[in-house]
């Protein structure tokens, strides 16, 4: 059974920078994405950033305009997200998860697993 823990939430100023951290235990198979995802209050669960494990490959939400990076470290199992010049409008709850390659890598449907979330609050 995978298991995923996210830490590294905290508050920020806007134009400063976090790095997120999800540990993953349990076996995942080679053919997974893990992703980032965030909800604000009253609104959908959205897709950041997403990486294949197997290839490295990486995708990310559009609206990011560059500032945010997904990477992996395989040997320690762990998966981050690294945050540079935050804004208010990225205060929200930040979930890893972890899914198969069939569908989107930045659709909520296509993960099966999440983590319990770490809260991301940035002032303006």
């Known amino acids: 059974q995978v298991q995923l823990v996210e830490s590294g939430g905290g508050s920020v100023q806007a134009g400063g920078s976090l790095r997120l951290s999800c540990v993953v235990s349990?076996?995942?198979?080679?053919?997974?994405?893990m992703g980032w995802f965030r909800q604000a209050p009253g609104r959908e669960r959205e897709g950041v950033a997403a990486i294949n494990i197997l290839t490295g490959g990486t995708a990310y939400a559009n609206s990011l305009q560059g500032r945010f990076t997904v990477s992996q470290d395989s040997a320690k199992r762990m998966v981050y997200l690294q945050m540079t010049n935050l804004k208010p409008e990225d205060t929200a709850m930040y979930y890893c998860?972890?899914?198969?390659?069939?569908?989107?890598?930045?659709?909520?449907?296509?993960?099966?697993?999440w983590g319990q979330g770490t809260q991301v609050t940035v002032s303006a």
């Open positions: 349990g076996f995942t198979g080679s053919r997974s994405y």
């Open positions: 998860a972890r899914g198969l390659w069939s569908g989107d890598p930045l659709r909520v449907s296509t993960y099966s697993t």
